[in-house]
Structures are given as structure tokens and as C-alpha cells.
């Protein structure tokens, strides 16, 4: 039977590779893919990868082929990303406590949760979480987002995120509990050393001056990210997992399962392998 795998990508800007080497894993398997997005806007590619030749400061290197950034401006071109499913229209939004009928609505809220996971993400095999930038804002703490990886967890199905995509996993976690789903767990993720001093941009069909071309001139930059990832995922997983980010390797891809992850831009296309190895071969542990 034909696997179905989640893409979910933010609206505020993805990063091409981390978009492409997975898809196109996917696709080489046949697998049915549908694209998800925070509202079901069409996600827009950060403009840096898709420029060949591009000089990542950290790395001192090119980061952007012209392969890759040629694959990453057909995709966009075509209208493969022009309606993606909106988490939004698909799951809930949790209560307020302020709520004068709070217990009524957080029963009601769990009525749909578990809904939804029996009748519909029981009908998929896996979910991939794109980095890029965006992630830091609509995707990070995105409860309707964690909802579904909660569901993904309670199904025992894998779940795929890259680079700052991970913090999703980081901030996962049953409400009533409050405990990161990667407690315990081996994880990689953009480390402290690659992390931009100055140059993180963000770019989408928002725009300050009601246009739809972007942030009045299509880009911003908010200088270095908002949180340094790997002191997240170190806290995250806590004394009995780790936080392994490779530095010195060229790729860094783990898997503890249900989770697989995916360092940066450079680990994209093994993620993708590594993915199929989990859906076909069953592969639970890699790379620790």
C-alpha cells in the first residue's frame, strides 16, 4: 500500500534544500505527499537558497548548489505548493484558563484531538518538518502543530523535522504534562556554532504595506535567531539524552526513534534516505 507522508512548512520562509531532500526521497518511494502550512498559504523559499553560490557566514562555504537552487525555484514556479492544507482549518485551538466554561471547553477540545488522530492521522505514515528560519515564528510554538506531533507519538509513527524545525519537538509536549516528547532522547540540530551573529531573514507573502510581495521589500532581517537551538535541545532532552550535533562533520542525521533529525541544509538529502530506511526497513536507532 502507497505510504502518506506530512510536509509541514512555514509561511515565513523555508529553506530549499531542506524542502527538496526529503521531497524528492519521497517521491523516488512513490509516496503520496501532502503539504501543510500554519493558515494554507502558499510557503515561500528563503531567497538565499535558492541563489546559487550563496556564503553562509558561519561555514565560510557556499551552502547553495546550483542544482539545489535551481530544484527549489521549480518547485516554487509550479503549483505543486499552491494549496496546502491549513493547520488552522484542520485542528482546534486550545482554551483559554480565563474561560468562563474552561473545563467544558477543554473537554470539547480533547473530544476533536482524539478525533482526529482515530479518523484521519491514522491514515498517514510519517511527518516532515521543514526548516529554515520561518520555523522560529509560526512553527516553534505552534500548539496546533505540536497537537499533531503528539498524535504522530501516540501513533507511534515517525516523525521527521531539520535543522530549526527540531524546536518543535523541543516545545512538544502534553499540555497536562509539560514534559518535552524528547525527554530521553538522541537529537541533532543547528548547533551554537553555525548559528548567524547577524543576517537571519525571514520572507513570505506578508507584507507591511498590504502587497503581496513580502516585508515592504520581500525581506527582513532580525540579525541572529531569537534562541540558540542547541541550548534548547540540550535542556530538552534532559540527563538521560543528548543533544549531538556533529560539529566538524559534514552531515549530521539521528535516529531515536519515532524521531529522525536533521542537523542544516547539508543533512537534508540523507534525511530523506534515512526516512525510506525508517519506513521500509524499519530502521529505529542511526547515527548514536
Known sequence: MTKNVLFIISEWGYWG?????????????????????????????????CAPG?????????????????????????DRLDSPKSLADWFPLRAYPSSPTYLRDMEAYYQKIDKIIAEELVNYDAMVIVGGSGALIDLANNSRLHELILGFV??????????????CLAFARDFREKKSLIWGKHVTGH??????????????PHAIDGSKKGFGDGYINFG???????????????????????VGHQTSVLVDYPFITSRSTASSVEC?????????????RYGW
Open 17 to 49: 534544500e531542506e524542502l527538496i531532500g526529503p521531497l524528492e526521497a519521497c517521491d523516488a518511494a512513490g509516496y503520496n505527499i501532502t503539504f501543510v502550512t500554519p493558515n494554507g498559504k502558499k510557503p515561500t523559499p528563503l531567497s538565499v537558497s
Open 54 to 78: 550563496y556564503i553562509d557566514p558561519p561555514l565560510g562555504r557556499g551552502v547553495t548548489s546550483e542544482e539545489m537552487g535551481a530544484k527549489t525555484t521549480r518547485v516554487h514556479e509550479s
Open 154 to 167: 501516540k501513533l507511534n509513527k515517525p516523525i521527521a523535522a531539520e535543522c530549526y524545525g527540531v524546536t
Open 191 to 204: 548547533p551554537i556554532d553555525y548559528d548567524y551573529l547577524d543576517g537571519t531573514g525571514f520572507e513570505g
Open 224 to 246: 541572529p535567531p531569537f534562541y540558540p537551538l542547541e541550548f534548547i535541545l540540550r535542556d530538552a532532552v534532559g540527563p538521560d539524552g543528548a543533544f549531538i550535533g556533529n
Open 272 to 284: 530523506g534516505r534515512i526516512l525510506v530506511e525508517v519506513l521500509e526497513k524499519g530502521l529505529t
